[in-house]
């Protein structure tokens, strides 16, 4: 119980993305996550509509870096990946997840199905009946 008390002191110390994160490293379950909302309006004094917002965008980050890993990681060039990911509601999904709603990966595994079905439908279709007969 020490260990997490003074994780805790820590990340009152710390402002940005590294206090947020000390706090994930205490949860061990989706619906933990809202409760960090608390926390995060204590570490920034900022009232709990705006927590909600600094929570949600830390999770669109890291979603949106890992999105972008993967996609790299699948040949997909960078201005592709925006130009598509522009099309998806990654802040949704953000959201869902600051709100215990949806585990993280669950969220990128989502958006990454999206991001190439989106890429798959920029491709002309490969019909064999039309090649054949066309």
């Known amino acids: 119980m020490e260990k997490d008390n003074n994780t805790n002191d820590e990340s009152l110390k710390l402002r940005g993305r590294m206090a947020i994160s000390i706090?994930?490293?205490?949860i061990s379950?989706?619906?933990e996550e809202k409760r960090l909302n608390n926390k995060i309006s204590e570490m920034y004094g900022v009232d709990s509509d705006e927590a909600i917002d600094i929570h949600v965008n830390y999770h669109?980050?890291?979603i949106s870096a890992f999105l972008l890993?993967?996609?790299?990681?699948n040949g997909m060039i960078e201005s592709m990946f925006f130009k598509r990911l522009s099309n998806l509601n990654t802040i949704g999904y953000a959201y869902s997840v600051a709100q215990g709603e949806l585990?993280?990966?669950a969220a990128v595994d989502i958006l990454y199905k999206h991001l190439c079905n989106l890429h798959n439908?920029?491709?002309p279709m490969d019909d064999r009946y039309v090649s054949?007969?066309?």
């Not at 890993?69 to 990681?73: G, L, N």
Request: aromatic fraction near 8%.
């Open 132 to 134: 054949f007969y066309g």
């Open 69 to 73: 890993m993967r996609a790299r990681k």
């Open 121 to 123: 439908s920029d491709r």
């Open 23 to 26: 706090q994930h490293q205490n």
């Open 60 to 62: 669109l980050d890291r």
């Open 29 to 31: 379950a989706a619906q």
């Open 103 to 105: 585990l993280e990966m």
